[in-house]
């Protein structure tokens, strides 16, 4: 089945800094989910985008919905160390229908 | 408002038993959805369900996977005949759903998980 192309695979950096990592598709996709997930733990929804080129913050967390509606980026700024997890995207391409999940970010912050 | 269950959280089943893996959605939701998880890898469909009505069943295998939510009661996914492959973390989410995409009705919530091992 088709999967989202989710980049960085991992990655390694110090607590303060920002980071950004993204998803492409070679399809559309009408709605954009970031998660993440903890060890253990089913995924946390994080920011929800719904409209090409939507620009949406959540705390230190900013996500856009790419206008050809085939990517979506996260960015996290100042770091810190309980952002340590797993970052899905997940693309919904119609309601009610399966979501299309990314590889994941592995984030690792080093105080 | 209490989040969506999922138990048992750990399940460990022997070739060839059953594993039944139950999930009640958030409260006010009538959409439940399965999804499979294997070690370091995203999160895979497997099936949607409405109260009595299997929806898209097309990420499930045919043989040995079958899935149920019934008018009262949680739904179930249930795996017979259980192989070392099918050892995995299952995820349930669930969504209100509202029919216009452009809505966080449709925003899909996750429980815990149910991580089955198979000996």
């Known amino acids: 089945g088709q999967q989202l192309n989710q980049s960085p695979q991992s990655m390694f950096i110090q607590e303060g800094e920002d980071v950004s990592m993204n998803c492409t598709s070679s399809s559309i996709f009408n709605t954009w989910l970031w998660y993440k997930q903890d060890p253990g733990e089913g995924p946390v929804l994080l920011i929800a985008l719904y409209k090409a080129g939507e620009l949406t913050s959540n705390g230190r967390l900013t996500a856009q919905f790419g206008i050809t509606r085939k990517d979506s980026f996260l960015n996290i700024s100042a770091s810190i160390p309980s952002d340590v997890g797993i970052y899905f995207c997940a693309g919904l391409k119609t309601s009610g229908s399966r979501l299309t999940f990314g590889e994941g970010t592995q984030l690792t912050v080093n105080p | 408002n209490a989040g969506v269950m999922q138990n048992p959280r750990h399940l460990v089943r022997r070739r060839g038993q059953e594993a039944r893996l139950r999930c009640s959605p958030m409260?006010?939701?009538?959409?439940v959805y399965w999804y499979r998880q294997l070690p370091e890898e995203g999160l895979k469909f497997m099936v949607y369900l409405q109260k009595e009505n299997i929806i898209d069943e097309s990420g499930m295998p045919k043989e040995r996977f079958s899935a149920e939510f019934p008018k009262e009661g949680p739904s179930i996914l249930r795996i017979q005949q259980v192989v070392r492959g099918d050892s995995a973390a299952y995820f349930c989410?669930?969504?209100?759903?509202?029919?216009?995409?452009?809505?966080?009705?449709?925003?899909?919530?996750f429980g815990p998980g149910t991580r089955l091992t198979v000996l």
């Open positions: 989410a669930s969504s209100r759903l509202a029919g216009d995409l452009a809505h966080s009705y449709n925003e899909q919530f």
């Open positions: 409260k006010g939701h009538s959409h």
